[in-house]
């Protein structure tokens, strides 16, 4: 078994059932999820009736907070690679009318051009760097001339006791954490760095919470 069919039985058959539980802790520090996903948005700007994909949607969260920020004109769509996940998204009544599709990130089933705004919310750190750039690579093709790219994730914060406190939370500690390998060469690499590889231009860096976390938008 391929690791990409692991990792999406991984989220379909265990973690989607524990998910939403995990996160209301996981955002304790940050005030609670809901309030975390509304500030991580905060400096993004939305146009009436803007094409929204959520690439990575996972169970929803983000793409409740976009649906409020973005307006009721925007036309959002949420995809993932787990129907688990989206199992659990489509039981939320925010999300009702948002179509939610089974896709790989890599891969989307969308023309060139599709969409002004690409999200990927907090899951191109448990990617490969291969993976990672195919992802990029394949958000930029369906974008429209000018749409962007916006890539919400975890961030190495300037201060030790910031690091340290992070790791402990956010469990770096754990030896069988599949995720380390990944967040660290994302981390050496950055994500402006890849982004820009993917062949995005105007890259900009927003840092939140004390350099525990960033957005960064760039332009197709």
């Not at 802790?25 to 309030?35: D, S, T, V």
């Not at 760095?193 to 231009?201: D, H, S, T």
Request: hydrophobic share 45%.
């Amino acid at each position: 078994m391929d690791a990409r069919r692991r990792y999406r039985l991984l989220y379909d058959r265990v973690l989607s059932h524990i998910y939403d539980l995990y996160m209301a802790w996981y955002m304790l520090p940050f005030g609670g999820e809901r309030r975390f996903r509304r500030n991580m948005l905060e400096g993004l700007s939305f146009r009436p009736g803007e094409r929204i994909l959520d690439c990575t949607c996972g169970t929803g969260n983000c793409a409740i907070a976009l649906c409020e920020r973005a307006g009721g004109e925007a036309r959002l769509i949420a995809s993932d690679l787990s129907r688990g996940q989206l199992r659990m998204a489509k039981e939320k009544r925010q999300l009702a009318g948002v179509p939610l599709l089974v896709a790989d990130a890599s891969a989307l089933p969308f023309p060139e051009g599709a969409f002004d705004s690409v999200f990927l919310p907090h899951a191109i750190h448990e990617m490969s760097h291969e993976l990672r750039l195919a992802v990029l690579r394949d958000a930029h093709r369906i974008c429209d001339a000018g749409g962007r790219v916006v890539v919400l994730e975890l961030d190495r914060p300037p201060r030790r006791l910031t690091r340290w406190l992070l790791g402990f939370w956010f469990l770096y500690w754990v030896p069988f954490n599949f995720e380390t390998p990944t967040r660290r060469d994302l981390e050496r690499r950055t994500v402006s760095a890849e982004v820009a590889a993917a062949g995005f231009a105007n890259v900009r860096k927003l840092s939140k919470y004390a350099g525990t976390m960033q957005v960064v938008e760039a332009r197709a």
